[in-house]
């Protein structure tokens, strides 16, 4: 969520990819439907083990790939952080430099920014929020 990208927090996510070849899909509208069904009974077999932590006994029994499910973690960028750095420093000096040498009409308008920034940044962390459904 982007509470959890603003606060900093790790992100983690999973995907499994399984090749389904067009012979095993069959041709008839019931048995495709219970096709359908089996493969979505399928899906969330894999989403609940991999929720509970059960995917690598799920993954042997049903051999949902041919390989275990692996991690893919990417090292900190630093280049990322020296922009960030950067860009923050030279915007907010010389915004910072305005606010002090200014007078009590600058200081009004710069709390009502922050109060529409926060206000903005309130609505879209609480839009991004995912609710857990059982």
């Not at 509470?3 to 899909?25: H, P, Q």
């Not at 979505?40 to 041919?66: A, C, H, M, P, R």
Request: overall charge positive; hydrophobic content about 45%.
């Amino acid at each position: 969520t982007l509470t959890s990208l603003i606060m900093g927090r790790k992100t983690e996510a999973v995907v499994v990819i399984r090749k389904i070849s067009i012979d095993t899909i069959p041709e008839g509208e019931n048995e495709g439907g219970q096709w359908m069904m089996d493969l979505f009974k399928d899906k969330d077999q894999i989403k609940n083990s991999l929720l509970n932590g059960s995917w690598q006994s799920v993954n042997e029994s049903q051999t949902f790939t041919t390989s275990t499910l692996s991690c893919i973690c990417k090292p900190p960028r630093t280049n990322s952080l020296i922009m960030t750095i950067t860009v923050n420093i030279l915007v907010l000096l010389p915004l910072l430099f305005v606010l002090l040498s200014g007078g009590v009409l600058t200081w009004i308008v710069a709390v009502l920014i922050l109060a529409v920034s926060w206000a903005a940044l309130h609505v879209l962390v609480s839009a991004s929020k995912v609710k857990k459904t059982e």
